[in-house]
């Protein structure tokens, strides 16, 4: 599971939801299991995403602002299928949010940079590595 948290930390969602659909071919292959084992692997899957989240230093109500509740949705799984597209929902939205944070982190590194050239245009030892010295 350690690749799959590092999927979701790099905000690759296509290997990702390739490593559920895995995940949910093996579960069909292990034969005839009981719905609470099926929810008991989801729940599994989703402690996995929230550790993420919290070695992040977010919550996953900060993800889920709207008050939602996956566990509550995973009560609800009766297939598969509702396994997988639960997860696909979730992880999808914990990735969009890692994203949406990394984005705006570049768009203000690139400002400070900006304005960093702004302010020392006209200096002769102007550098990519003074620039870097100024932002790090």
């Given at each position: 599971?350690?690749?799959?948290?590092?999927?979701?930390?790099n905000g690759m969602a296509d290997k990702a939801m390739e490593y559920i659909h895995n995940y949910i071919l093996w579960i069909s292959g292990t034969g005839s299991l009981d719905i609470?084992?099926?929810?008991?692997?989801?729940t599994n899957v989703v402690?996995?995403?929230?550790?993420?989240l919290h070695e992040l230093g977010k919550k996953l109500s900060q993800v889920f602002p709207d008050c939602y509740d996956v566990f509550n949705e995973i009560s609800r799984i009766d297939t598969l299928e509702d396994m997988e597209g639960l997860l696909r929902y979730f992880v999808t939205e914990i990735i969009n949010y890692i994203q949406s944070g990394k984005e705006k982190k570049t768009s203000q590194l690139v400002e400070e940079a900006k304005k960093y050239?702004?302010?020392h245009l006209c200096e002769s030892d102007l550098s990519l590595k003074s620039i870097a010295k100024s932002l790090y």
């Open positions: 599971w350690y690749e799959f948290a590092s999927l979701i930390k609470q084992i099926i929810r008991l692997l989801c402690t996995i995403n929230i550790t993420v050239m702004g302010e």
